[in-house]
Structures are given as C-alpha cells and as structure tokens.
C-alpha cells in the first residue's frame, strides 16, 4: 500500500492530479491512499506519514518549501513532486531534494512519467533493502536495517528481532550467518546474530540499540573484537587497558 497526500490550495489542481494518479495506479493494479489538503499546515498537522507527496510551492500561509523542510526534519524517507506556477521555483525547490519538478498547466503524460520513475526508484530500493525469510505461515519480508538481531530458539526456531516487531522464522543460526555476512552480521554467541550497525557498545556482552544484551562467547571474543567497528574496538581496548592497571 503506498500512501500519497497531495497539497494545493486550488481545489480544482487538486482533483485534476488526483484523478491522473488514481488512473496510474489503477492500471498498474496497485493498491493506494489518496489524502488531499489545501495548505502546508494541513499537512504538516496530519498524523500520517507518507510515501509521495504532490506538493504545489505556491500557496497562502507556508508555501511549499517551508512545509518540506519541515517535513524533512521528521521524515528523510518520504519522496516529493513539487508542482509550480513557476519554472524559477524550480532551483529553490532544489534545497530540500525534491524526486521531480511539475510545472503548471499539469499534463496527465508528466505526471504519469513521474510517477513510473517513482514506482522503478521504490522497486530497486526494495531490491535492495529487502530480505525475506521463512515464517511458520509463509514467507517474512522485512527491511535489513531494520533488524537488530537473530536468537536461535530450538527445533529451528528463530527469534528476528526488528526494531519495533518480532518474528518468529525457520531455520539455523550458521545457514542464516552465510546469509547473512554480506550485510555485516556478526555471530559472537553459537545461538545469536547481530548487525553490527545496531551495536551500541560492548565490553563482556553487546548493548543493543534498544537496550537488549547479547553475550560474547569467550571462544568468539577475539573475533567479535576485529569485525565490530574501530571506534567501539577503540572504546575497547581502553577498557581493557583501564581494568588491567
């Protein structure tokens, strides 16, 4: 499900684009929300968070550039159109990293281009971050960064602790750790996986991003030491030097 708002102060813009996108997407046979608000506080005010937003520069009250910086600062990953009046916008809109540029009269073929660009920009970002693995009731896609670490179970029951869920999934811990390895996962316990980019510092036992700790097997805390990251194998090393004087 993408959700979409679009933001205009002309009523008449608003339903003209959001007649365009509904088309696109139903001929793609995908599955989305259209929000629609007439300024930049009505966004800004909304609870939702967005995946596209078609937003117009020109408006009363905060125009468009303001609404996206503010948008930015609480939300890195949302993707914006800007649509204008005026083709000098165009550099200013620039500030905020805009996906693309519409400029007034909207024609149905610009927008339709841009929003095939965006459905091709989303797909290779899923290729990318994307993971699945086996659940007891089907296949579990989530995003690799999301994850913090895997926690062997029994009977090839897997614990995948994400950042804000928990699965349960199929298989071992040294399958999953060949997986694995190319995004940085480190095993300092026979029974855990951890991405490293979710370590926020060691010492006996990893601290997790989120406060769980995760014990170093004595066997493995040479190895733990020379694939975590220089900085915490700096904060390291001067513990040990500390608790040896």
């Known amino acids: 499900m993408i959700r979409i708002a679009i933001v205009d102060d002309e009523i008449d813009q608003i339903q003209k684009i959001q007649k365009i996108v509904l088309d696109f997407f139903e001929e793609q046979k995908m599955q989305i929300t259209i929000n629609t608000f007439t300024s930049g506080e009505a966004l800004l005010s909304a609870t939702v968070s967005y995946d596209l937003i078609l937003l117009d520069i020109q408006m009363d009250g905060i125009d468009g550039i303001e609404t996206a910086q503010q948008i930015r600062d609480k939300d890195r990953k949302t993707t914006l159109i800007y649509i204008s009046n005026f083709s000098e916008k165009m550099a200013t809109s620039f500030i905020v990293h805009p996906f693309a540029f519409l400029e007034k009269p909207i024609r149905s073929i610009e927008i339709q281009r841009h929003l095939q660009d965006y459905l091709a920009y989303i797909e290779s970002l899923y290729e990318k971050n994307m993971i699945s693995f086996p659940g007891q009731h089907g296949e579990i896609t989530v995003d690799i960064q999301d994850i913090l670490y895997f926690e062997y179970e029994n009977n090839r029951k897997i614990r995948l602790i994400m950042t804000d869920t928990k699965y349960c999934i199929i298989g071992s811990i040294s399958e999953l750790a060949k997986r694995m390895e190319q ?4 095993s300092p ?3 855990f996986l ?10 006996f036992s990893l601290v997790m991003v989120n406060g769980d700790e995760i014990p170093i097997a004595k066997n493995r805390q040479k190895q733990v030491k020379e694939q975590i990251n220089p900085v915490s194998y700096t904060h390291l090393r ?3 030097t500390a608790a040896n004087l």
């Open 183 to 186: 995004y940085d996962f480190i």
């Open 189 to 191: 316990h026979k029974s």
């Open 194 to 203: 951890v991405n490293e980019a979710k370590v926020r510092s060691f010492y």
């Open 238 to 240: 001067a513990h040990e």
